[in-house]
């Protein structure tokens, strides 16, 4: 079956990076697997990373990328209350994740293996660049999905992207996707 398929995809001059194009561009994706290393998901967020304390980014980590991946994306948005908290683009494909507090610079310089990682706009305006934790305007419970995106080329995107500015940019080149939900509660 396999040299049949083989046979029928070069006689229409179909090579594997063609197949690789055509399937980003469609609704098949490899799934990521994404993970705040000491949480499940659906769990809540410690209070650490929400704007009632340090309001410092998690350590997240992903695995199972496509081999044919050469950036990542990243978004943070609550699902409660339509907000953008975190947007970051221009991440290696070498790294396995974010570590915890990312400065909140608008592109990050050191040190070296982060270098060239570009933190856009959020919903906070006037807040700057980079992570900004859950802050409930409710006492209800607020969930927090977490995006990332695997990108079969290296974009070299500007600083200053939102997120539907982001998402519009990289859609044809998504080849992965996974997310990540976690809870918080004013």
Do not use: C
Not at 149 to 171: C, E, M, V
């Amino acid at each position: 079956m396999r040299s049949a398929v083989s046979l029928v995809l070069r006689r229409f001059g179909i090579t594997a990076s063609v197949l690789s194009a055509l399937l980003a561009g469609s609704a098949f994706v490899h799934k990521v697997t994404l993970e705040i290393p000491f949480m499940k998901p659906g769990s809540t967020l410690p209070k650490r990373y929400t704007k009632k304390d340090k309001n410092i980014s998690p350590p997240l980590v992903w695995s199972s990328l496509p081999n044919d991946v050469r950036e990542l994306a990243l978004i943070l948005e609550d699902i409660d209350e339509p907000r953008v908290h975190w947007v970051v683009y221009a991440i290696p494909a070498t790294l396995t994740g974010l570590r915890e507090g990312l400065p909140s610079d608008e592109v990050i310089h050191a040190p070296a293996k982060l270098s060239g990682i570009i933190q856009g706009i959020t919903d906070f305006k006037g807040e700057g660049a980079g992570y900004h934790g859950p802050d409930p305007q409710s006492d209800k419970q607020h969930q927090y999905r977490f995006t990332i995106y695997a990108l079969n080329a290296r974009l070299a995107l500007p600083p200053g992207l939102d997120k539907t500015s982001l998402l519009t940019l990289i859609q044809s080149h998504i080849i992965g996707q996974g997310e990540l939900v976690v809870t918080f509660r004013k």
